[in-house]
T-cell receptor, first 115, second 113 residues
Framework: DTGVSQNPRHKITKRGQNVTFRCDPI?????LYWYRQTLGQGPEFLTYFQNEAQLEKSRLLSDRFSAERPKGSFSTLEIQRTEQGDSAMYLCASSSTGVGDSPLHFGNGTRLTVT | AQTVTQSQPEMSVQEAETVTLSCTYDTSESDYYLFWYKQPPSRQMILVIRQEAYKQQNATENRFSVNFQKAAKSFSLKISDSQLGDAAMYFC??????????FGKGTLLTVNP
């Protein structure tokens, strides 16, 4: 169990640019989640996958946001035409299905700063 | 939709003392899970303790224990013998039939030496 890995740790970009983040879940976990966390707030749900299928998207996820999980392994979160309001910590988490459902394991996050 | 409320934005405790963090939630479901996560500054979110709603017995993990009151929809976290390393943001979270965690806004815990 190497944990959930997120890259990059930090990203600074100019408004209007596109950015892409990557998340590698714990290998046997089939559920993968993306959350957004702003300073002093709790994480807010963005979207989640079960294997390669994206099962739910939050209303927070505007058309500029897209997430993929090809082959049910790693996931990417892309933000197009970034805005200053997109500045936040983007957290990835994974879990496995089964009896009792496992708790979510979180990565270290990607901190995005849009200037 | 489920909501989670943490009414204490900040709490402080003296080292070796006991502190209780409050959490209430709203749901119409009968089967769900509740969690407390700890997030140290600039560090990873870590699971502290978990409670299944169908279990009446309160969960305990070493110095951490919960007081789960299902009828009152209350889920408080007690930290005994507080240590400097316990200083962090603590989040209460609900997990139900929609397979996702809903978090409260968090309580910032300071531990004074």
């Amino acid at each position: 169990d190497t944990g959930v890995s997120q890259n990059p740790r930090h990203k600074i970009t100019k408004r209007g640019q596109n950015v892409t983040f990557r998340c590698d879940p714990i290998s046997e976990h089939n559920r993968l989640y993306w959350y957004r966390q702003t300073l002093g707030q709790g994480p807010e749900f963005l979207t989640y996958f079960q294997n390669e299928a994206q099962l739910e998207k939050s209303r927070l996820l505007s058309d500029r946001f897209s997430a993929e999980r090809p082959k049910g392994s790693f996931s990417t979160l892309e933000i197009q035409r970034t805005e200053q309001g997109d500045s936040a910590m983007y957290l990835c988490a994974s879990s496995s299905t089964g009896v009792g459902d496992s708790p979510l394991h979180f990565g270290n996050g990607t901190r995005l700063t849009v200037t | 939709a489920q909501t989670v409320t943490q009414s204490q934005p900040e709490m402080s405790v003296q080292e070796a003392e006991t502190v209780t963090l409050s959490c209430t939630y709203d749901t119409s479901e009968s089967d769900y899970y509740l969690f407390w996560y700890k997030q140290p500054p600039s560090r990873q979110m870590i699971l502290v303790i978990r409670q299944e709603a169908y279990k009446q017995q309160n969960a305990t993990e070493n110095r951490f224990s919960v007081n789960f009151q299902k009828a009152a929809k209350s889920f408080s976290l007690k930290i005994s013998d507080s240590q400097l390393g316990d200083a962090a943001m603590y989040f209460c979270a609900y997990y139900g039939s929609n397979y996702k965690l809903t978090f409260g806004k968090g309580t910032l815990l300071t531990v004074n030496p």
